[in-house]
């Protein structure tokens, strides 16, 4: 911690954001959506090998914070495409392999590597308006961080992973440990968003995803190359 501290004085422009999700002694969940048949394939064999639809020779994008997957997918109701969303569980290693193997996006050599991007972070427990939406059932979305004034600047942006096509198979499908639908739950919070029953409710109703800061696996040098606080 004080290395990163001491870095992070002589780089004032730089901000070390938490790496915020859900995880036990065994892994890690990330979030992915896609359509209900590779789904539905994905949930039953517990592996995308050997899914027709899926495709081992494009990037993919997994994604450790709930709010910010029902940002993305619009709870699942507003693209046939993301009308699915996936837990998927990885291991400790498997993820400090995917991380190791990564650069930040912005990055001049990021072309053809897995790659880190910090996105506006979003609150579960906060809907607001979506402004943009020209749907009468998709109106609501789960607010950003910084609208809601958090002063906590280390958690105004989140992680998405975009892993490499080479990498796709060789470190991510072949490591899975799990894979959980939990679109039910997806749209069961829309409900809640859409009723605008916020904060409190919400907590007590104990079906959101416990997500807190994680750590993962890699050296104080790799942390900091990709802004991650320790």
Known sequence: ???INKIKEKNNNTIY????????????????????????????????????KFSLNRMTWIKPNFAWMLY????GIKDKNQAAILKIKLSHDTVAQILENSVLSHNKDSKGKTRIQWDPA?????????KDSDKENNLVEPAKLSAIKVKDEELLKQIQIGIN???????YVD??????????????????HQ??????????????PREQMYVPKLTDDKL???????
């Open 17 to 52: 954001y938490k790496f915020i999700a859900e995880y036990d002694e065994i892994g890690v969940y990330f979030y992915q959506a896609y359509n209900k048949n590779i789904a539905k394939y994905a949930v039953e064999n517990q592996t995308f090998k050997g899914c027709p």
């Open 165 to 171: 096509r080479m990498d796709v198979s060789k470190i």
């Open 1 to 3: 911690i004080k290395k």
């Open 122 to 130: 979003r609150n579960l427990f906060m809907p607001t308006t979506n």
């Open 175 to 192: 490591n899975i440990l799990s894979i959980t639908d939990v679109s039910e739950l997806a749209l069961q919070i829309y409900d809640i």
């Open 72 to 75: 993305r997918a619009g709870y």
């Open 195 to 208: 009723s605008s029953l916020l904060d409190k409710t919400c907590k007590d109703m104990m079906i959101y």
């Open 224 to 230: 900091l190359e990709l802004q991650i606080r320790k």
